[in-house]
């Protein structure tokens, strides 16, 4: 009779397991769904619009600044800051937060 019991207790001991580790990689599986992806197509959104990038088109800094990219280089971008056209500033494309591109704004 314990023999029964015993063999009973240990394939129901095992399919506890098996739903134990279902439950820790659906979960695993949802943080991924809620985290990491999203983050991933940011960074893809971000890198395209830095690639599609070119001189002459307005841009806004992560810092806030308004400006107009004068040249452009592997990594490195620079921006005319102001109206006095004086203020020219070497900065990382990075620092670009976004882009308005220079043939929509000429229509509005």
Do not use: H, W
Request: with cysteine; hydrophobic share 45%.
């Amino acid at each position: 009779m314990t023999d029964i019991l015993l063999t009973a207790g240990g394939a129901s001991g095992f399919g506890n397991i098996g739903v134990m580790i279902l439950y820790v990689v659906a979960i695993i599986g949802f943080f991924y769904f809620i985290s990491v992806r999203p983050q991933k197509k940011e960074q893809q959104r971000l890198q395209a619009m830095l690639d599609s990038m070119e001189v002459g088109d307005y841009v806004v800094t992560k810092s806030g600044f308004y400006g107009v990219v004068i040249d452009i280089s592997d990594d490195m971008v620079i921006v005319e800051f102001g109206s006095n056209k004086n203020c020219r500033i070497p900065m990382r494309k990075a620092a670009i937060a976004e882009i308005e591109k220079a043939e929509s704004s000429k229509d509005a």
